[in-house]
């Protein structure tokens, strides 16, 4: 069966614990409760109020005695009151609705759609067989719900994405630039008008104007050189690539780390490669590149590629040397 479908039959098994049956009295889940004499100048909401710390439950007072919705006793009438069965019944409804808040938090009315919705329907469901007294049907009702908002919630933390990774900045025309490169995505207002920025999109805001259409981010380049861990014994460090399609110009991050936190030098190139002649002390290091389109949308970085330098007085040429090979599992001479 597919998803759709077993969340189908919850639901309808949710509608059939919520269906009154002959054999489950409506009140109060087959537990007696007091009954008591209404004040002068008292209302069921008064009565409520001071017995459950809750107005909302006048409507089980009423329920409870045959009264229709809203109606008003008089005063010195005799009431029957929810018995003990109400109070685990109310605690699971606030156990259900706190789960289905918390999946809410988490992104599932997006990312779990339809368990959400299942959710709902069945707290929903709890409620009002908790106003008419059923508070047996209630109890399995809430417990249900609770249960299909833990899925709710779940499903969402594993299909949305990271948090949001994205960029702002001012264009030469005065604009502002928005670029979303990993997350949710994110809203984009202005003049009275949102628009969804998803990941790899961005768009612009001219002053006064409502934001612009999402369009595609340009794609990373290529890396060519220096190799992937490659160890360079001379000053002179080539960097060579192949342009993403589209791109106008590349940008180009030297950086001391695999995150690019601790950036040595950026700039910008329009061709396809750049000989940075370093000053450098030896080390690890690594470089990334990003592609910048006629429309000055900048794309998401390349992964991280290191280098190492070794250099030396009298080199006067690159030299690459590729990373050291694995040592064989059984040396020559060596026994098998």
């Given at each position: 069966?597919?998803?759709?479908h077993l969340l189908l039959v919850a639901l309808l098994q949710l509608l059939w614990l919520a269906a009154p049956r002959a054999a489950e009295p409506a009140a109060p889940g087959g537990d007696e409760g007091e009954?008591?004499?209404?004040?002068?100048?008292?209302?069921?909401?008064?009565?409520?109020?001071?017995?459950?710390?809750?107005?909302?439950?006048?409507?089980?007072?009423?329920?409870?005695?045959?009264?229709?919705?809203?109606?008003?006793?008089?005063?010195?009438?005799?009431?029957?009151?929810?018995?003990?069965?109400?109070?685990?019944?109310?605690?699971?409804?606030?156990?259900?609705?706190?789960?289905?808040?918390?999946?809410?938090?988490?992104?599932?009315?997006?990312?779990?759609?339809?368990?959400?919705?299942?959710?709902?329907?069945?707290?929903?469901?709890?409620?009002?067989?908790?106003?008419?007294?059923?508070?047996?049907?209630?109890?399995?009702?809430?417990?249900?719900?609770?249960?299909?908002?833990?899925?709710?919630?779940?499903?969402?933390?594993?299909?949305?994405?990271?948090?949001?990774?994205?960029?702002?900045?001012?264009?030469?025309?005065?604009?502002?630039?928005?670029?979303?490169?990993?997350?949710?995505?994110?809203?984009?207002?202005?003049?009275?008008?949102?628009?969804?920025?998803?990941?790899?999109?961005?768009?612009?805001?001219?002053?006064?104007?409502?934001?612009?259409?999402?369009?595609?981010?340009?794609?990373p380049p290529e890396q060519l050189l220096p190799y992937p861990d490659s160890r360079l014994i001379t000053p002179s460090i080539l960097f060579s690539w192949k342009p993403g399609p589209g791109a106008q110009r590349?940008?180009?991050?030297?950086?001391?780390?695999?995150?690019?936190?601790?950036?040595?030098?950026?700039?910008?190139?329009?061709?396809?490669?750049?000989?940075?002649?370093?000053?450098?002390?030896?080390?690890?290091?690594?470089?990334?590149?990003?592609?910048?389109?006629?429309?000055?949308?900048?794309?998401?970085?390349?992964?991280?590629?290191?280098?190492?330098?070794?250099?030396?007085?009298?080199?006067?040429?690159?030299?690459?040397?590729?990373?050291?090979?694995?040592?064989?599992?059984?040396?020559?001479?060596?026994?098998?």
């Amino acid at each position: 069966m597919t998803r759709a479908h077993l969340l189908l039959v919850a639901l309808l098994q949710l509608l059939w614990l919520a269906a009154p049956r002959a054999a489950e009295p409506a009140a109060p889940g087959g537990d007696e409760g007091e009954s008591v004499v209404l004040g002068p100048d008292q209302t069921l909401e008064d009565l409520a109020s001071l017995r459950y710390e809750d107005a909302r439950a006048a409507e089980e007072i009423r329920a409870l005695n045959g009264l229709a919705p809203g109606a008003a006793p008089a005063p010195g009438q005799r009431l029957r009151l929810p018995g003990k069965a109400r109070r685990p019944a109310i605690m699971a409804l606030g156990v259900a609705g706190q789960a289905l808040q918390d999946a809410r938090l988490q992104g599932a009315a997006e990312f779990a759609v339809q368990r959400h919705q299942a959710a709902v329907a069945g707290l929903e469901l709890a409620e009002a067989a908790c106003r008419r007294t059923d508070y047996v049907a209630c109890l399995r009702l809430a417990d249900d719900a609770f249960a299909l908002a833990r899925l709710a919630r779940q499903e969402s933390l594993t299909r949305r994405a990271q948090a949001n990774r994205f960029a702002v900045s001012v264009a030469q025309d005065g604009g502002t630039r928005v670029e979303v490169l990993a997350g949710d995505g994110v809203e984009v207002s202005a003049q009275a008008q949102s628009t969804r920025l998803r990941p790899g999109q961005g768009l612009q805001v001219h002053p006064g104007k409502a934001p612009e259409a999402p369009q595609a981010l340009p794609e990373p380049p290529e890396q060519l050189l220096p190799y992937p861990d490659s160890r360079l014994i001379t000053p002179s460090i080539l960097f060579s690539w192949k342009p993403g399609p589209g791109a106008q110009r590349t940008v180009l991050l030297l950086a001391r780390d695999a995150a690019g936190l601790r950036p040595i030098r950026q700039l910008t190139v329009q061709e396809a490669s750049f000989l940075f002649q370093s000053k450098l002390p030896n080390g690890d290091y690594y470089w990334f590149l990003r592609s910048v389109d006629a429309r000055g949308a900048v794309g998401r970085a390349t992964p991280a590629r290191r280098f190492s330098l070794h250099v030396e007085q009298d080199g006067q040429e690159i030299r690459v040397e590729p990373p050291p090979a694995p040592a064989p599992a059984n040396p020559p001479g060596a026994p098998p």
